[in-house]
Nanobody, 125 residues
């Protein structure tokens, strides 16, 4: 069955870096765009970043642009989110997700077919 398993979360201090990983299985990873979303306490789940199937192009939310980098390794069926200069407002549960839609960047949750269970990232001030 389809699985997306996030790892790498934890508690860090403001200004630190952290890398999240998401290991995929049960579908043809290289044919899916992969996204990261996050949900802060008491807020809705928001788009963070998305990377196209071939890993060549990516798109970021304004709040993380320049600090976060999404990448993927299709040989390992894994997508990454490198987070730098973390801020307390980056505290959230982070989810990876997969969409089979191609041809554009899809930012809305409704376009994603598969989701991970989420992983906590906490940034202390």
């Amino acid at each position: 069955q389809v699985q997306l398993v996030e790892s790498g979360g934890g508690l860090v201090q403001a200004g630190d870096s952290l890398r999240l990983s998401c290991a995929a299985s049960g579908f043809t990873f290289s044919r899916y765009a992969m996204g990261w979303f996050r949900q802060a306490p008491g807020k809705e789940r928001d788009f963070v970043a998305v990377i196209r199937e071939n890993g060549v192009s990516a798109y970021y939310s304004d709040t993380v642009k320049g600090r976060f980098t999404i990448s993927r390794d299709n040989a390992k069926n894994t997508v990454y989110l490198q987070m730098m200069r973390l801020k307390p407002e980056d505290t959230a549960v982070y989810y990876c997700a997969a969409t089979g839609l191609t041809g554009s960047f899809y930012l809305g949750q409704q376009w994603y077919d598969y989701w991970g269970q989420g992983i906590q990232v906490t940034v202390s001030s």
